[in-house]
């Protein structure tokens, strides 16, 4: 049974910075392509960063250069740095494992970020 912890979230003011992070355990699953997703209220959930097990990450339009995604292939962990974060980024963020070919997935509970002031 793959499992999926995020932490890391929670207030900061707009121009701040929060590290999220994103633990898997229980399968080698977490091999996988590892994703971020954030979802607001009311609107679809999105694909914020991605990466697989050797590869480099991508991130959506929106990030232009302010969040780093790395990987830790040995601990199974993913990590989100965000800066320079703006009110619009405030959602709650999932971590997401997923097998491109078959289409298994499994999700975090997800962590809150309020980017407000």
């Known amino acids: 049974q793959v499992h999926l912890v995020e932490s890391g979230g929670g207030l900061v003011q707009p121009g701040g910075s929060v590290r999220l992070s994103c633990a898997c355990s229980?399968?080698?699953?977490?091999?996988?392509?590892m994703t971020w997703y954030r979802q607001v209220p009311g609107k679809q959930r999105e694909a914020v960063a991605s990466?697989?097990?050797?590869?480099?990450?991508i991130y959506a339009n929106f990030v232009k250069g302010r969040f780093t995604l790395n990987r830790d292939n040995i601990e199974n962990t993913m990590d989100l740095q965000m800066n320079n974060l703006q009110p619009e980024d405030s959602a709650i963020y999932f971590c997401?494992?997923?097998?491109?070919?078959?289409?298994?997935?499994?999700w975090g509970q997800g962590t809150q970020v309020l980017v407000s002031s």
């Open positions: 990466i697989g097990f050797l590869s480099t990450p």
């Open positions: 997401n494992v997923r097998d491109s070919r078959s289409g298994t997935e499994y």
């Open positions: 229980g399968s080698p699953f977490c091999m996988k392509l």
